[in-house]
């Protein structure tokens, strides 16, 4: 009888839960040791260009332009100051992943400080778990090498998380300004993590005075550190003027609004779940929590904590399917059709969310608005978090940004765990885990590291080069843009504009190939490059004809092409380099709908359509009108005022080839 009386009251349950809880623990550290392995052959090196280019005295953003945050040039700056090259980066980079494990289990251990016995254990072996999972998480979605600012910004939103939630009751002046310097580091290295932080305080404050000391005065403190800083070095004014509306009118372009992409919040659900790197019981573990945070949160009677809980789901569950409801409607005459079952079954769990949320809603308010306020907040928080990743249009590296909110999450978990049932989730984690070929990342990682070295010795003579010649900065197209990271001289831009649809930043590139005295390129960019506005531009304001300075250099890389500005004075004195005329079966994959097609490309296609046909039109006046055939595929440009036909092209579909071509309508 004893022994079920135990079984009964959870004693037992509990003691098999810890069991299956250090299983899992010792799985997830033999995942964590073999994929730090993998990163200890890799090179973190994203971060030098524009850190380089700060320490030659140019100013970020007027000078020379990188969408990173200030604190993401910063630490490439201190990289090359302390150890000359990546390897600071490096090293700050596999501290800081070590480190996510270590700052879950410090949280928790505080956090739970007042839980006793078996319980402190099964909630520390928890937090080692999510904490690897996190980790595990990042090292996937961080990017090629993680060279991208996410991870960092990870590190530092933890430090806050920390700081804040140290003590619930008492906030000092000495955890402000910790927080305040957290805050800094964290926006300062990735702007939108300011979203995602103020999303995981609102998940975290019971009140609005540790709402305000704990967000909105450090908040405060940490921007008017920020812009004293930034306007000191002089940077305050580019980053303003410059860099912030390239990150608004470039980055953030996309087919919908930023505002709408708030509500496409089930993109996180898929991200964690469905197409999460880690498996998907890391992501219910994250959506139970987010259900259930108010029975965590807050003290008030069982009923009432259930029915916000409830409240919270629905709410969550409206802000889901709006998002996809809306996308689906915005299609529904040319994509999906309303006789769908997949559709009708998608509208009724639409209106039953919004039928269902209303008056549980209205009953909750009723019997307490503290709660009904936390539901409210809590729909905040969901579309704060997803406005951060939408940002950038739901990239993988920015789906990163919603890590402190899960962290936040489980924090309220620890403090009050009122049942263990999500313990299960979490503990079953690394079961389900993805098989990942370490072996095979080792190799692909040291791979890169040597293809990425081989520009060492070319960059070294770039810069020889240009000492002989007093260039101060240079353009690199191509495969031959690696020197980038290597070189003492600066770039007079950083290539990301060369591909950008924004038509501001796409004017700023051209200027700035347009007066680099010298461009670095190779012979596979020069005859497949698809971008006619280059081509022009090379051809009109280069010459392959080396200047006097150079005229007995030569680099040992023979894939390198020196192509120098011509002498203004008399621009006809040196040829132009040799281009290939651009042909429509350079866009063929483009055409096929088997890539992507930019607008640039759009243009040059729409250039070399005019060229063949002989046409007297610019590209801004005529649009493309294509019909996909079975080998063939028609492209008929026609007049985009008066929708007149100008002329039809018919392209093989397998290779471009022009098979006929007419400036008079096809029947």
């Known amino acids: ?327 689906v409607w915005e299609r529904l005459h040319y994509t999906f059709s309303i006789q769908s079952s997949l559709v009708q079954w998608l509208i009724i769990k639409y209106i039953a969310s919004l039928v269902l949320v209303i008056p549980l809603l209205w009953m909750l308010f009723s019997r307490s608005k503290k709660l009904f306020g936390a539901v409210l907040l809590s729909g905040i928080a969901l579309y704060l978090t997803t406005i951060a990743i939408g940002s950038g249009s739901f990239l993988a590296q920015h789906f990163l940004l919603a890590v402190p909110v899960y962290a936040g999450l489980f924090v309220l978990f620890s403090e009050q765990p009122k049942f263990l049932f999500p313990l299960f989730l979490i503990a079953l984690a690394p079961f389900f885990h993805p098989k990942t070929d370490y072996a095979q990342l080792t190799r692909s990682a040291e791979d890169a590291a040597f293809y990425s070295t081989q520009y060492k010795s070319i960059a070294a003579e770039a810069d020889r080069l240009m000492d002989r010649c007093n260039f101060e900065q240079y353009y690199a197209l191509g495969g031959i843009a690696g020197i980038n990271t290597y070189t003492k001289h600066s770039p007079t831009d950083l290539a990301y504009a060369e591909v950008s649809d924004n038509a501001a930043l796409r004017k700023r590139f051209m200027e700035r190939l347009q007066m680099a005295p010298v461009i670095f390129t190779d012979d596979d960019y020069l005859q497949n490059t698809k971008d006619a506005d280059v ?70 296609i729409t250039r070399t359509i005019v060229r063949e046909l002989g046409l007297n039109v610019t590209e801004d006046s005529t649009t493309i009108l294509v019909r996909m055939e079975k080998k063939s595929i028609r492209l008929t440009i026609q007049d985009i005022s008066t929708s007149t036909v100008l002329g039809v092209i018919v392209v093989n579909r397998a290779d471009g080839t022009i098979l006929s071509k007419s400036t008079a309508a096809q029947p």
């Open 535 to 604: 081509r022009a531009t090379l051809e009109k304001y280069f010459a392959q004809e080396p200047s006097a300075c150079a005229q007995d250099f030569a680099f040992t890389d023979h894939r390198m092409i020196m192509l120098f500005r011509k002498d203004s004075e008399d621009p006809m004195a040196s040829p132009p380099p040799e281009l290939p005329k651009l042909q429509l079966k350079h866009f063929i994959e483009e055409i096929n709908g088997q890539s992507p097609m930019s607008a640039q490309e759009l243009k040059s």
């Open 1 to 327: 009888m004893n022994v079920i009386r135990r079984f009964i009251d959870g004693q037992y349950i509990r003691y098999c839960l810890l069991a299956l809880l250090l299983l899992g623990c010792a799985m997830e550290s033999r995942d964590v040791w073999q994929r730090i392995a993998v990163e200890f052959h890799t090179r973190t090196d994203d971060f030098l260009i524009a850190g380089r280019a700060i320490l030659n005295g140019y100013i970020p953003y007027k000078d020379h332009l990188d969408v990173k945050a200030p604190g993401a040039i910063f630490i490439g700056a201190l990289s090359l100051l302390v150890t000359g090259d990546y390897r600071f980066e490096w090293a700050l980079k596999i501290g800081m992943l070590l480190a996510i494990p270590v700052l879950m289990m410090i949280l928790t251990f505080r956090g739970a400080r007042t839980q006793h016995g078996l319980l402190k254990w099964l909630l520390m072996a928890s937090a080692f778990l999510m904490g690897s999972e996190f980790m595990l998480y990042t090292v996937a979605r961080g990017g090629n090498n993680l060279n991208n600012a996410e991870p960092f910004g990870i590190f530092f939103a933890l430090l806050y998380l920390l700081t804040i939630a140290w003590d619930r009751e008492k906030v000092s002046r000495l955890r402000i300004g910790l927080a305040s310097l957290f805050l800094l580091c964290t926006i300062g290295i990735k702007e939108p993590f300011l979203f995602t932080l103020l999303a995981m305080s609102l998940v975290l404050s019971r009140n609005t005075r540790f709402f305000t000391r704990t967000f909105l005065i450090p908040l405060g403190i940490a921007m008017l550190s920020g812009t004293l800083i930034l306007a000191v070095l002089g940077y305050l004014i580019p980053y303003l003027t410059v860099d912030i509306p390239t990150i608004l009118g470039d980055r953030m372009t996309a087919p919908s609004s930023l505002q709408f992409r708030g509500l496409m919040s089930f993109r996180i659900v898929e991200d964690i779940t469905q197409y999460s790197p880690v498996g998907p019981m890391m992501g219910y573990f994250v959506l139970l929590l987010w259900s259930t945070h108010p029975l965590f949160k807050f003290e008030d009677s069982r009923k009432h904590l259930w029915m916000a809980s409830v409240a919270v789901f629905l709410l969550s569950s409206f802000v889901y399917f709006s998002g996809i409801f809306w996308i």
